[in-house]
């Protein structure tokens, strides 16, 4: 029984330490230019009654707009000065505005719009156009990018972040592979030629996609 035991935690660690995080550490398709915002034909916002992130584009770039909800005690705004609720509003938490909000269990909830420029001035984020109604945002955290696609049609807006099989064998032609093994997931980063990049299975990197609607 004590030898059963040590070959499943033997075979939980194997597939913990198994597990691989993939990113690239230069935008990708690195051969295209970089680009500022959307062809003006795509200027808008689009949203969709499925997730509480949506997105706008303009002259100035792209941003994220997503909802924070949060909650407040209603012993707090009997007691404060600053909030205050009226007709199903609260009061207080947004400068010079209201915002819905509905009592439950003698507290308050509510959600707060968070705007948030994902391309423009300051954001490390890279946009580049792959071709007419394509476009890809490639990401930048911990030093490296994810790419994340953007296609247009008419006034939908399909969008599809970077994923991938467990296990996936989608990166193994590319030479240049920086790893950092740490307990429980090895950290790759990818650095492919222009030549790989274009291998890349890219219906294999980019999961299920999303669809917004122009308002």
């Not at 997730?51 to 009997?78: C, K, M, V």
């Not at 807006?157 to 429980?184: C, G, M, R, W």
Request: hydrophobic share 35%; charged share 20%.
């Amino acid at each position: 029984m004590k030898g059963f035991l040590v070959l499943i935690f033997s075979t939980i660690l194997c597939i913990a330490f198994g597990q691989e995080s993939f990113s690239f550490s230069v935008p990708q398709p690195q051969d295209e230019k970089n680009a500022i915002t959307v062809d003006p034909i795509y200027y808008g916002t689009y949203t969709t009654s499925d997730f509480d992130t949506y997105y706008e584009f303009n002259s100035e770039g792209i941003w994220a707009i997503s909802t924070i909800y949060s909650s407040i005690l209603r012993e707090t705004i009997r007691e404060s000065s600053k909030y205050s609720v009226r007709n199903g509003y609260l009061f207080g938490v947004v400068e010079n505005d209201s915002i819905p909000c509905f009592l439950e269990e003698e507290r308050y909830h509510f959600g707060v719009k968070h705007k948030e420029q994902i391309i423009g001035l300051n954001s490390k984020h890279i946009l580049k156009k792959i071709n007419a109604t394509t476009y890809i945002i490639n990401f930048f955290e911990n030093d490296s990018y994810t790419p994340s696609q953007f296609v247009f049609k008419g006034k939908t807006l399909e969008v599809k972040h970077f994923d991938y099989e467990l296990n996936t064998t989608l990166f193994s032609a590319i030479k240049i592979q920086n790893a950092n093994k740490e307990p429980t997931m090895n950290y790759i980063v990818l650095t492919p030629s222009s030549k790989e990049w274009s291998k890349i299975e890219k219906a294999g990197i980019f999961g299920k996609g999303n669809l917004f609607l122009r308002k």
